[in-house]
């Protein structure tokens, strides 16, 4: 029998986590178990190990080919007999396997959850013998269930065809619900839950207004993450490429990424990202999940995410190496509307947790975590912890806008409303007539952008409820007639602004950069002042190389 100790040392690592360890343990004594830890909390040393200690084959259910096929070639650089069962093997391959399988010859098996629930696949496992099965990424029990990977959810056979080989659930950041239905489905309930601190302290996270977004991204590429390695996360396929083109020809190495590229140019991709320094990947959330590249120090979302478990899964993908890294979320009440309008009804349960996530007040990181039940004290770096702002009470503001909302019968877009409040004249406003003419122009104590936020608010804590299904309507809820009633006070943060470069002053910068580094490469013994040694600093060749 193998020990814990010399799978350590044949992996190359120094100790086991606490959790690790607890968890491999509890499964040697044949206990299931739920572990959830953040992403990079290494969770795959968990099930490699306990499959490798107990006697038998460690099978382990993983969705995606690309994370099967990864690990296996990791695994077996260290002697561990480690294959995988899918459809891309073919007949003579899957005969290899069945032999080796048979004759002791497989320490780990990888396979997908529609291969392991087949029926002929059942009745083979039932002749070897079986050390554990391990479910990874199990958040997508409860993500892809009955509609998009059904086999998802007839994972419960294991536990009943196998009643003596134990089950570990593998899963990154989700609520109390996930869990429940992640125990539910894999018949589990008594297992030991082994819960990681959320909390990844090397992560600083921004959340900002979104203004001229592609203004902004250049900012905080060129100021605060010069020639590093990141991600940035777009809604479309489109935008992907469109946002990678414009960053390539500003001179910034960019790589687009999406479920629809050729598998082959996919890889090239990740494979590049991986590899080169300072690479951008501009993808969708196609990109990601298991990916395990250390060194990527910011993560960009040019778009929303679709629930708080989503983006704490994407921004956690930065910092791996557990180095300081940071990330910036960029949206606005146009983003918000959108997201709705394109979910279906599920997704939009989680967008609203998410929209109260980035609408609420005080710490970023406060605000995340207490979606998953975990109490923390303001981190101290994030934004908001940054510069702390004082808030403002926006309780009339907010009475204009419902009353707004209420006179017009909830059917006027929200920049319709706005401009009424602003006093604009235009196509949209001039159909608006009877008490709704009362507040024509009476809400210039604010510009757009902060109506917006105040409309922000109220359909993140629920005053307001917007409904896509038929046309666009808004709908009061019992909360707004409070605060209609001055029974219930809004409180709003400031907005922060976060600034912009464009391309202009970018290539200005980068232009005084050269002549900075020409002029000190002359000259070794005159210092430069301290502007200008920030000037250097900031700019790191990486960055410009191509221009
Ligand atoms: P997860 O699946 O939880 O996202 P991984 O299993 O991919 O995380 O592991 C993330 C990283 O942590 C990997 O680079 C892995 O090598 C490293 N790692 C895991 N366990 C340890 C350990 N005990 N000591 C040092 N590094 C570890
Ligand atoms: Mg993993
Ligand atoms: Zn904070």
């Given at each position: 029998m193998i020990s814990k100790h010399t799978i350590l040392s044949r992996f190359g690592y120094q100790a086991y986590r606490p959790l690790q360890e607890e968890a491999i343990d509890a499964l040697c004594s044949g206990n299931d178990v739920l572990l959830m830890a953040p992403t990079?909390?290494?969770?795959?040393?968990?099930?490699?190990?306990?499959?490798?200690?107990?006697?038998?084959?460690?099978?382990?259910?993983?969705?995606?080919?690309?994370?099967?096929?990864?690990?296996?070639?990791?695994?077996?650089?260290?002697?561990?007999?480690?294959?995988?069962?899918?459809?891309?093997?073919?007949?003579?391959?899957q005969d290899d396997l069945v032999w080796a399988l048979r004759h002791d010859q497989v320490d780990l098996l990888f396979m997908s959850p529609e291969k392991i629930v087949q029926p002929a696949v059942i009745g083979f496992l039932k002749d070897i013998q079986i050390s554990i099965f391990a479910i990874d990424e199990a958040h997508c029990i409860?993500?892809?269930?009955?509609?998009?990977?059904?086999?998802?959810?007839?994972?419960?056979?294991?536990?009943?065809?196998?009643?003596?080989?134990?089950?570990?659930?593998?899963?990154?950041?989700?609520d109390l619900k996930t869990i429940q239905t992640i125990e539910n489905s894999l018949q589990i309930s008594g297992c030991l839950l082994l819960k990681n601190s959320f909390d990844r302290v090397n992560i600083e996270i921004q959340i900002a207004q979104k203004r001229k977004a592609k203004q902004q991204i250049l900012y905080f590429l060129h100021h605060e993450m010069a020639g590093e390695k990141g991600i940035?996360?777009?809604?479309?396929?489109?935008?992907?490429?469109?946002?990678?083109?414009?960053?390539?020809?500003?001179?910034?190495?960019?790589?687009?990424?999406?479920?629809?590229?050729?598998?082959?140019?996919?890889?090239?991709?990740?494979?590049?990202?991986?590899?080169?320094?300072?690479?951008?990947m501009v993808a969708t959330t196609a990109y990601g999940m298991g990916i395990d590249v250390p060194d990527i120090r910011f993560v960009i979302h040019f778009d929303l995410p679709s629930s708080p478990e989503a983006y704490f899964q994407e921004v956690g993908r930065a910092g791996r190496d557990g180095k300081p890294a940071k990330s910036l979320l960029l949206y606005g009440l146009q983003d918000m509307l959108q997201a709705q309008q394109f979910g279906d009804g599920e997704n939009y349960e989680r967008l609203s947790a998410l929209?109260?996530?980035?609408?609420?007040?005080?710490?970023?990181?406060?605000?995340?975590?207490?979606?998953?039940?975990?109490?923390?004290?303001p981190c101290g770096h994030c934004d908001r912890c940054l510069s702390p702002s004082s808030e403002q009470n926006a309780t009339i503001a907010a009475q204009k806008i419902l009353s707004l909302i209420y006179y017009t019968k909830g059917i006027q877009p929200f920049s319709v409303l706005v401009d009424v409040l602003l006093g604009k004249h235009n196509k949209g406003v001039m159909k608006i007539h009877g008490e709704t003419l009362s507040l024509f122009g009476k809400g210039r104590e604010f510009t757009d952008i902060q109506w917006k936020a105040v409309i922000r608010h109220l359909i993140g804590f629920g005053y307001i409820k917007v409904d896509h299904s038929t046309t666009f309507c808004v709908h009061l809820n019992q909360k707004a007639k409070r605060v209609l009633k001055g029974e219930e006070q809004i409180l709003l943060p400031h907005e922060r602004y976060y600034p912009v470069l464009d391309e202009n002053a970018l290539h200005k910068e980068l232009i005084?950069?050269?002549?900075?580094?020409?002029?000190?490469?002359?000259?070794?013994?005159?210092?430069?002042?301290?502007?200008?040694?920030?000037?250097?600093?900031?700019?790191?060749?990486s960055n410009v190389a191509s221009l």
């Open positions: 990079g909390g290494g969770k795959s040393l968990v099930y490699q190990s306990a499959g490798l200690i107990r006697d038998g084959i460690g099978i382990i259910i993983s969705p995606l080919l690309s994370l099967m096929a990864q690990q296996v070639e990791t695994l077996r650089k260290t002697g561990v007999n480690a294959y995988f069962f899918n459809s891309a093997l073919n007949i003579e391959e409860a993500q892809w269930g009955e509609a998009f990977r059904p086999e998802y959810s007839q994972l419960g056979t294991l536990r009943t065809t196998f009643p003596k080989v134990p089950i570990i659930a593998l899963t990154g950041t989700v940035i996360y777009c809604r479309s396929r489109k935008k992907t490429q469109e946002l990678a083109s414009w960053l390539e020809s500003l001179g910034l190495t960019s790589l687009p990424y999406h479920a629809a590229m050729q598998e082959q140019d996919k890889q090239k991709h990740h494979q590049r990202f991986l590899n080169e320094p300072g690479v951008i929209f109260k996530v980035l609408e609420s007040r005080g710490c970023r990181r406060k605000n995340l975590l207490s979606h998953f039940g975990e109490e923390i004290a005084d950069w050269h002549k900075l580094k020409a002029w000190k490469s002359r000259d070794q013994n005159n210092p430069l002042s301290d502007r200008q040694l920030r000037l250097v600093q900031q700019h790191k060749p």
